[in-house]
């Protein structure tokens, strides 16, 4: 039954509702997901490692009740550990580690939901770009555009999802990378709360607090769900989110009331915005005026000109610490490491410890005021992207400029970082499109710890300008 026809207009809580009812199997779901990978991941290069009989181990196995119940779900290969597969982070560096031994909670987590991981996809080197086009396993595509980046470091996974591959699938952020290839890929994608969902047990926290973990999906209520199943401490976290008033799908559909809504174009670093970012950024303001809201143009009083510096400094000490923590112990070869990393590493070899503490100061100053910003703010929107995703090869990990590679990462996504600094949860929302069906989205932000009025307010723009019936000619084929 791999081609039944709800298989591709369905979220997860959908696929999930129909196995409950008996009308299809996990296993005939399974089927039906590999399928499109055989037929589509061919053109967009998502999928990297193929875990079937892990599937339907699982499945045969028995599968735990919970609100995802025989959906199938793709790992990013970075971050949470499955046992007996390897992680190898889009690096050659890192392609010969042993399998992992266990799995992390977050992937505990999102087995007892119900979810059935049948396979990784691929990531930059060490997450360090927007883009996903590792030398180990090479580009994936943006099924919208063959020719363009799905961005990244989450850039498999929403190729993977846009495609129609599977509904829902994993991801991560340290400075963009959920939300960069949800908005290039027309999904949403949440970046939650720094401490929302764990590290445990290998980090207490990763990039000093920048990245967390979570996924893209098509629907608003896929991303509430997953988060209910996965979000909350484990013994020993550093620090934790402020715990929710009540499960997150419960916000969806529920009345967000007046909101006060700000909105600003005006980057931390003054990049200049593309047309297509400020006009959606511009619709999506006065879609939440006519619901409603209170909504005006306010540009948020922070240190603009240390966004960049800071998160630079912290990503760098970040990728020496992954390169010197190899497991066997052992330097990377020559050529081993792609230069960005390699020249980002030995960057690092050149701060202090003074001045990393004093990155992670300015990161928690940015925090406060942002905080004292949202005493009178609920939301603020900003456009979703500078650009729109760029051709394959823009971006590349090979450039010997390390300044002039920033310098595009940067113009391409210059809102995101922002929020990984500040610890705020940060929404996609895939609203616009251009005139030839590219996807253009506007992010939204909340208060620290307040996920839930994004889901509210996202779940009534996407009742008011649905999306999910989009779909790029690649999977409508």
């Not at 008033?245 to 931390?268: C, M, N, Q, W, Y």
């Amino acid at each position: 039954m791999a081609d039944f026809a709800e298989y591709d207009s369905c979220d997860g809580l959908g696929l999930a509702a129909l196995i409950r009812a008996g009308e299809v199997s996990a296993a005939e779901v399974l089927d039906a997901a590999i399928a499109r990978a055989d037929a589509r991941n061919p053109a967009i290069n998502a999928v990297v490692m193929e875990l079937h009989d892990h599937a339907r181990d699982a499945i045969a196995a028995g599968l735990p009740e919970g609100p995802f119940t025989g959906v199938p779900f793709l790992l990013k290969d970075l971050g949470s550990s499955l046992a007996g597969a390897r992680t190898a982070r889009g690096s050659r560096f890192f392609a010969d580690l042993p399998p992992a031994a266990e799995d992390s909670v977050h992937v505990r987590r999102l087995k007892r939901a119900g979810l059935v991981i049948y396979g990784k996809t691929s990531t930059c080197e060490l997450g360090l770009s927007l883009t996903c086009e590792p030398r180990l396993y090479g580009p994936s595509r943006n099924p919208w555009d063959p020719e363009r980046t799905p961005a990244g470091s989450s850039g498999g996974a929403a190729a993977a999802v846009a495609a129609r591959l599977l509904p829902v699938a994993h991801a991560s952020d340290g400075f963009g990378s959920i939300r960069a290839p949800a908005a290039s890929c027309g999904l949403v994608g949440l970046r939650p709360t720094r401490g929302r969902n764990t590290m445990a047990p290998y980090f207490g926290e990763s990039l000093g607090g920048l990245a967390i973990e979570h996924a893209v999906s098509r629907t608003v209520r896929d991303s509430a769900a997953l988060l209910d199943a996965t979000a909350g401490p484990a013994p020993g976290d550093p620090y934790i989110a402020p715990p929710p008033r009540r499960p997150f799908l419960e916000e969806v559909g529920s009345e967000p009331g007046t909101l006060h809504i700000a909105f600003t174009d005006k980057a931390p670093n003054d990049a200049p915005v593309e047309a297509e970012p400020l006009r959606v950024l511009q619709e999506t303001a006065s879609l939440c005026e006519d619901l409603g809201h209170r909504v005006e143009a306010v540009d948020p009083a922070i240190d603009r000109a240390v966004v960049i510096p800071t998160f630079r400094t912290i990503s760098a000490i970040q990728i020496l610490y992954l390169v010197r923590a190899h497991p066997s112990g052992r330097a990377p070869a020559p050529g081993e490491l792609e230069t960005v990393v390699a020249d980002t590493a030995a960057l690092a070899e050149r701060i202090d410890g003074a001045t990393y503490m004093g990155a992670v100061h300015t990161a928690h100053r940015i925090g406060r005021q942002m905080a004292a910003f949202h005493e009178d703010w609920d939301v603020l929107l900003t456009p979703g992207l500078g650009t729109l995703p760029p051709k394959l090869g823009w971006l590349d990990m090979m450039m010997d400029d390390l300044e002039e590679y920033w310098r595009r990462v940067f113009a391409f996504s210059p809102f995101t970082v922002w929020f990984n600094l500040t610890g705020q949860p940060a929404m996609m929302i895939p609203l616009g499109e251009t005139a030839n069906g590219l996807p253009v989205a506007v992010q939204a932000i909340a208060r620290y710890g307040d996920e839930a009025t994004l889901f509210r307010l996202a779940a009534q723009l996407e009742a008011a300008r649905p999306w999910i019936d989009r779909t790029p000619a690649l999977a409508a084929g």
